[in-house]
């Protein structure tokens, strides 16, 4: 049976892309599979990942630990359907054509996975509503 090329092809951006958007990454990787393609970077990339995200993830059954944040390139956004940043302010191009959506979240840099959870959960919920939107979404 062939596989089918991705419906959409999504990138989460937030300045350190060690948090928010890498939570954002795995809920969507999780949820929608290979239907969507997964992209996530960062203005000014961590060193590595935060541990509070990596925990708060782990304890709904998603595994980030094998990510590492990556510096955020005009190319990425051109080979993205929808650009979503997460507090990266105008660091991030603007390409026609695009789909752009602004999430206001916590950031969870310096918490604790108590104070994460929260964060992770408004993110599944905002992810939720954007894998519906992409599967209503028309052809392109």
């Known amino acids: 049976m062939p596989t089918t090329a991705p419906v959409a092809s999504v990138l989460f951006v937030c300045v350190h892309n060690a948090g928010r958007s890498q939570m954002a990454a795995g809920f969507l990787s999780h949820l929608a599979g290979d239907r969507i393609e997964v992209r996530s970077a960062g ?8 541990p509070a995200a990596v925990e708060a993830m782990k304890e709904v059954g998603i595994d980030i630990s094998h990510q590492a944040p990556k510096v ?16 990266c302010g105008d660091a991030c191009p603007i390409f026609p054509g695009k789909k752009y ?40």
């Open 43 to 50: 203005s000014l990339p961590a060193e590595q990942v935060n």
């Open 72 to 87: 955020l390139t005009t190319e990425a956004v051109q080979a993205s359907d929808y650009v979503i940043t997460m507090g």
């Open 101 to 140: 959506l602004d999430w206001a979240l916590d950031d969870p840099a310096g918490k604790g996975v108590e104070a994460v959870r929260p964060i992770r959960d408004e993110i599944r919920s905002r992810i939720e509503s954007l894998i519906a939107e992409i599967d209503v979404r028309p052809e392109s």
